[in-house]
């Protein structure tokens, strides 16, 4: 599994990319894509929604389950990746590539390195 060494990850298998002046890029990780098998529908906020870290930010369903996205950033929404949403299928072939939405605000503290994140994955099996 891949985890970039640039990104933050929360324990519920989001990622987070600091794109600079208070704005965050979040996607999903490789390990939740694979976990939840094949992606076949996203629900995400709108622009202008207001974040709470912590909460959910919308919904993912794979053939499998039905998994909340919860928000690693507190803040509003600025971007929606609407490619994303006409295909959700791109977050299985390339989950770093295909973020969900971009915010404006501040991230949770709890958040992990890359290196963080694969050892609590590591330990949880």
């Known amino acids: 599994m891949n985890f970039p060494a640039g990104l933050k990850y929360n324990k519920t298998h989001e990622w987070v990319k600091d794109l600079g002046n208070g704005l965050f890029e979040v996607g999903l990780s ?3 894509q694979k ?3 094949d992606i076949v529908y996203v629900n995400l906020p709108q ?4 974040l709470k870290a ?4 919308g ?3 794979s053939v499998k389950a ?5 928000s690693p950033v507190s803040g509003t929404v600025k971007e929606v990746n609407d490619a994303v ?4 299928g791109s977050i299985n072939k390339a989950p770093y590539e295909s973020w969900l939405i971009r915010a404006e605000g501040s991230v949770m503290a709890e958040l ?3 290196g963080d994140y694969e050892a609590t994955l590591t330990n949880q099996h």
Do not use: C, H, N
């Open 85 to 88: 949403v006409s295909s959700p």
């Open 35 to 37: 976990e939840l098998g």
């Open 66 to 70: 039905v998994s909340d996205i919860i």
């Open 54 to 57: 912590g909460t959910s930010l």
């Open 112 to 114: 992990l390195s890359a």
């Open 30 to 32: 490789d390990f939740a």
């Open 59 to 61: 919904d993912i369903e």
């Open 47 to 50: 622009e202008g929604d207001e």
